[in-house]
């Protein structure tokens, strides 16, 4: 079945460092792939998404670019804050019209000021 | 109230009790999930309902999990007979089916 797989953490940087997370996933279709962001003590949120291949997307100075030959959405920050402290999540769905998401296991990140 | 509203926010029960777990939509919403997170691990999927489809059940664990939605509105999650590996966080989330899932913030489910 459909899967994702996330770098695992947690990952500790200093402020204004360059941020890679790796998420790669194995799906039969043309899934839409997403990143959602769990800060302390709150629900997750929709951090972006991209709905076909190569299809980058972007928000808040993160991005990730949907890389169909090598089944990966990784997600960068240039310049990351003590603020981006979170969980981040890489997921897929089937199609983007809704259906179940598949979750990976999720990363830690921790930025130190 | 604007988001998904999930109660109780905390639940500690005995083993062997049955527990129910309450997820309020966000109006409108035609789609609803529930999610178990785990200490350390990923989010699980449970079970998907869009509006008056069957259910996508295929990631309940066991049958002693059981959910129900009430047309696009409430829905509760329960669990019979719980054991100590349902400890957990249980997410419930809606949508209009673009993708994007707007979260609870869970209940908090302890078995002693």
């Known amino acids: 079945g459909d899967s994702v797989t996330q770098m695992e953490g947690p990952v500790t940087l200093s402020e204004e460092a360059f941020l890679t997370i790796n998420c790669t996933y194995t799906?039969?279709?043309?899934?839409?792939l997403f990143w959602y962001v769990q800060y302390p003590g709150e629900g997750l949120q929709l951090l972006l998404k991209?709905?076909?291949?190569?299809d980058k997307g972007s928000n808040k100075g993160f991005e990730a670019t949907y890389r169909k030959e090598t089944t990966s959405f990784h997600l960068e920050k240039g310049s990351v804050q003590v603020s981006d402290s979170a969980v981040y999540f890489c997921?897929?769905?089937?199609?983007?019209?809704?259906?179940?998401?598949?979750f990976g296991q999720g990363t830690e990140l921790s930025v130190k000021p | 109230g604007a988001g998904v509203s999930q109660s109780p926010s905390n639940k500690v029960t005995e083993k062997g009790k049955d527990v129910e777990l309450r997820c309020d939509p966000i109006?409108?919403?035609?789609?609803l999930y529930w999610y178990r997170q785990s200490l350390g691990q990923g989010l699980e999927f449970l079970i998907y309902f869009q509006g008056n489809s069957a259910p996508d059940k295929s990631g309940l664990p066991s049958d002693r999990f059981s959910a129900e939605r009430t047309g696009e509105s409430v829905s509760t999650l329960t669990i019979q007979r719980t054991q100590q590996e349902d400890s957990a966080v249980y997410l419930c989330a809606s949508s209009m089916n673009t993708g994007e899932l707007f979260f609870g913030e869970g209940s908090r489910l302890t078995v002693l």
């Open positions: 991209a709905t076909k291949a190569d």
């Open positions: 109006s409108g919403h035609t789609a």
């Open positions: 997921a897929l769905s089937e199609n983007n019209q809704g259906g179940k998401l598949i």
């Open positions: 799906a039969t279709g043309y899934p839409s």
